[in-house]
């Protein structure tokens, strides 16, 4: 293991010039779009090893070569193939003409062909010391903290080559050390990537560009704008579809053309949901705007899928009651909180112990549907259960410190800023799980909160032995919240505000819920 003084010497270390013909052949490749505006940081910085490359191994980078020689380094190295690739478009694009940069490598997929068979070597011209003009140098990571990517195997080494845009600064490549030894090989290590190379397929099978880069934009634009995971693995979900649909076509070339014809293919053969459909609309509209930084145009013209007015399932208080009474002591408790408090699944799932106040008979709950905050009141008949459960939390938080357990998970950059906050009472989950999760790559040890799955397990399993003949589910209590409200006559705004909605309008398909006591006869107010 290098220590930090290693590092940060290798981290400043400088990188060759690009030379003006090189500069000026990839200048004219991005500005004819050969070169897509999200990859041409990557760009550069391949070019700037192959110039180090060159450098070490008395190469001329002008010919083409040079381009095998430096392919052959990649693969002795084991750097993946969607890294070959992109290093080889680079570099091919600064080729003298008849450079091929989509033909096979030497190992037999997506390598480089050179233009000639010719090993002659020329020496370096002298303008290579003068700088590039008009482009601006990359800028490369120089803070020697960055070994605490979760995903990266421990003792691999912290220098990683360039990789498909994430906004992530952890995956932010290093220059080449060129103190080393041509054989040391240290140069071009890189660390594992967190997504399988060329879309999960071995290389050499079915053709298309990757699209692995894509993948990681996406995660650094919802993690940029906060979204949630959920949010995530569903535009992450969609964007697969689009890809197998345009059977891996370069996203650069992906226009509204395929997004019109994608959209309508859900609608006319896989006979998708409507709000499936507008799902898979506003991932689309995400990769456009946020990932491809392309603009989306019209899709005017898109058969769309007939939407369909939901009535959600709701339970009679006889019913809520007999589901109840089938749950474990492990989970009663949550099923009466969804139902006494009308709580999504998740937000019951993500209290902590600071959300629940005894005194002022109040639960809030952060970071609810749309990174909304709320408070709702705390039925008075549980609050003996909710003081037990509390006791029960004290206990095992009591027994992970003795233990030496690392405490909690914490929301966002909480544990930087308060570095004992893990290991405090008030953070502690409300419902924590009963088994701990480890950390990878460390030998942490952290305790998480109850899975939903267990709790959908449980209510299913509950419904089906009180008999009840609806399709209920974990969310069926929260809508039985609103209609047994609405019921009542409460207000609605008052039930919306309850709810978290935004909208009333969201708030008003309860009304469908619930047999209506209007009175529709005609009649004067003096005849009352």
């Known amino acids: 293991m290098r220590g930090r003084e290693d590092i940060r010497k290798q981290d400043i270390t400088p990188m060759l010039n690009i030379p003006p013909a090189i500069a000026r052949a990839y200048q004219e490749a991005a500005a004819s779009g050969l070169v897509p505006i999200e990859q041409r940081a990557h760009y550069l910085r391949w070019l700037r090893y192959d110039l180090d490359f060159c450098h070490k191994y008395d190469h001329d980078p002008e010919v083409a070569d040079s381009l095998l020689p430096f392919e052959e380094k990649l693969i002795e190295k084991h750097q993946e193939d969607w890294k070959r690739q992109q290093a080889r478009r ?28 010719g090993t002659q070597e020329t020496k370096r011209p ?32 912290l220098v990683s080559a360039p990789h498909p845009p994430s906004g992530d600064p952890v995956r932010a490549p290093q220059p080449l050390n060129r103190s080393h030894r041509p054989d040391s090989g240290a140069a071009l290590a890189t660390a594992s990537s967190p997504l399988p190379p060329t879309n999960g397929r071995p290389s050499g099978q079915a053709p298309g560009a990757s699209w692995v880069w894509v993948f990681e934009g996406l995660k650094s634009a919802i993690a940029v704008r906060h979204y949630s995971q959920k949010t995530f693995h569903a535009y992450r979900h969609w964007l697969r579809k689009f890809q197998a649909f345009v059977q891996s076509k370069d996203p650069a070339l992906a226009d509204m053309e395929d997004v019109k014809a994608f959209l309508s293919t859900l609608a006319t053969k896989q006979k998708v949901a409507a709000s499936s459909q507008n799902q898979a609309f506003n991932a689309l509209l995400f990769l456009f705007r946020h990932v491809l ?36 002591p492990a989970h009663d408790l949550i099923a009466k909180l969804l139902y006494g408090c009308g709580l999504r699944l998740f937000e019951c799932m993500k209290l902590r112990v600071q959300d629940v106040n005894f005194d002022m008979k109040i639960l809030t709950i952060h970071d609810g549907k749309g990174q909304k905050d709320r408070t709702v009141p705390l039925p008075q008949v549980l609050l003996p259960e909710l003081q037990a459960q509390l006791e029960t939390v004290i206990r095992i938080h009591q027994q992970d410190l003795k233990a030496g357990y690392a405490g909690t998970f914490l929301p966002s950059a909480v544990e930087q800023k308060y570095k004992n906050a893990p290991r405090e009472l008030v953070w502690q989950w409300f419902f924590p799980a009963s088994a701990l999760t480890r950390i990878s790559g460390s030998d942490e040890r952290r305790r998480y909160h109850l899975h939903e799955s267990a709790v959908q397990k449980a209510i299913k399993a509950a419904v089906a032995k009180a008999h009840i003949p609806k399709r209920a589910s974990a969310h069926s209590f929260r809508h039985s919240f609103a209609s047994h409200l609405l019921q009542a006559n409460y207000d609605i705004a008052t039930i919306q505000k309850l709810l978290g909605h935004s909208d009333v309008r969201t708030t008003m398909i309860y009304t469908q819920t619930v047999a209506s006591t209007t009175l529709k006869e005609a009649k004067s107010p003096l005849d009352f």
């Open 90 to 117: 680079a570099v091919a694009f600064t080729q003298p003409t008849g450079v091929d940069a989509t033909a096979a490598d030497p190992s037999g997929s997506q390598g480089v062909t050179p233009r000639s068979s």
């Open 126 to 157: 002298a303008s290579r010391s003068r700088p590039l003009p008009d482009v601006p140098p990359p800028a490369t990571r120089s803070h020697p903290g960055y070994d605490t990517a979760p995903d990266r195997p421990r003792g691999s080494p």
């Open 293 to 328: 930084e392309k603009p989306f145009g019209n899709v005017e013209g898109v058969v769309r899928a007939k939407r369909r007015r939901y009535i959600p399932v709701v339970l009679s208080r006889d019913e809520v009651d007999r589901v109840v009474g089938h749950f474990s």
